[in-house]
T-cell receptor, first 112, second 110 residues
Framework: AAGVIQSPRHLIKEKRETATLKCYPI?????VYWYQQGPGQDPQFLIS???????DKGSIPDRFSAQQFSDYHSELNMSSLELGDSALYFC???????????FGSGTQLSVL | QKEVEQNSGPLSVPEGAIASLNCTYS??????FFWYRQYSGKSPELIMF????GDKEDGRFTAQLNKASQYVSLLIRDSQPSDSATYLC??????????FGAGTRLFVKA
């Protein structure tokens, strides 16, 4: 069965650089979520999209932006990277909001 | 107060015992509740979901929901060393987001 695909798996950036993370949801899933998980921390909700529109926003810094495209894939853009942005970034998709989430393998971002 | 609270553990149980994991939530409007298992460095994997008050059983797992007490639990029967992981409780809010608890680390000793 198709799963949520994230790319890249690993990303190394320097402070003040920009990064773009991509997420391809499971086919026919119309809701995409982005989470940030620091070492030993629980996943922190960043932002979600439903039918290509932003549906909810969590603790996402103003330096970050995201969008969902016509093919339902989503991109998380991160600018002016800081050391504290180093974390595992998960994308998840669901058939509908309030439904069970299926997670991608995550992108490990390291900011040096 | 976090929206979803869990004991961080670690919870240690012997192989074959019942592991009991607990969770409380603050948003009375939450309708859907989930338990995810996460191995270190891996993505969370859904193991149980529950929407109605009462118990829901799936194999060795039983989820329990009490909306009046805003309480969700997960029982793992016949615990195995492979069950050792972090278990994340999650609840949907009135909006389009699922909020996770901090997770409970479970160790099953062989």
């Amino acid at each position: 069965a198709a799963g949520v695909i994230q790319s890249p798996r690993h990303l190394i950036k320097e402070k003040r650089e920009t990064a773009t993370l991509k997420c391809y949801p499971i086919p026919r899933h119309d809701t995409v979520y982005w989470y940030q998980q620091g070492p030993g921390q629980d996943p922190q909700f960043l932002i979600s999209f439903y039918e290509k529109m932003q549906s909810d926003k969590g603790s996402i810094p103003d330096r970050f932006s995201a969008q969902q495209f016509s093919d339902y894939h989503s991109e998380l853009n991160m600018s002016s990277l800081e050391l504290g942005d180093s974390a595992l970034y998960f994308c998840a998709s669901s058939r509908d909001h309030a439904e069970k989430l299926f997670f991608g393998s995550g992108t490990q971002l390291s900011v040096l | 107060q976090k929206e979803v609270e869990q004991n961080s553990g670690p919870l240690s149980v012997p192989e074959g015992a019942i592991a009991s994991l607990n969770c409380t939530y603050s948003d009375r409007g939450s309708q859907s509740f989930f338990w995810y298992r996460q191995y270190s460095g891996k993505s969370p994997e859904l193991i149980m979901f529950i929407y109605s008050n009462g118990d829901k059983e799936d194999g060795r797992f039983t989820a329990q929901l009490n909306k009046a007490s805003q309480y969700v639990s997960l029982l793992i029967r016949d615990s195995q060393p492979s069950d050792s992981a972090t278990y994340l409780c999650a609840a949907t809010t009135g909006g389009f987001k699922t909020i996770f608890g901090a997770g409970t680390r479970l160790f099953v000793k062989a």
